[in-house]
């Protein structure tokens, strides 16, 4: 899904449709946690309400997976 930068006050955001907000159970006026992943050139948003581990440790594990398994073998 793609989504335009726009600008909110003196920053920049990104609008993020209702359902996609639902489905993780967020909304507004909760925390989440953002994570910069620069070498993927990535940020990832976590509902910090229902995030179950480190997410230094999930950043690890993710990165072991996609380095060591193919994920898309069935």
Not at 19 to 26: A, G, R, S, V
Not at 29 to 58: A, C, H, M, Q, Y
């Amino acid at each position: 899904m793609e989504r335009k930068i726009r600008r909110i006050g003196n920053s920049l955001g990104v609008n993020l449709p209702a359902d996609m907000l639902k489905e993780i159970q967020l909304n507004e006026g909760d925390t989440v946690e953002v994570e910069l992943r620069k070498d993927k050139g990535e940020i990832v948003l976590r509902n910090k309400k229902i995030t179950p581990i480190n997410s230094d440790f999930e950043s690890r594990v993710i990165d072991v997976v996609e380095k060591y398994f193919d994920i898309t073998r069935k």
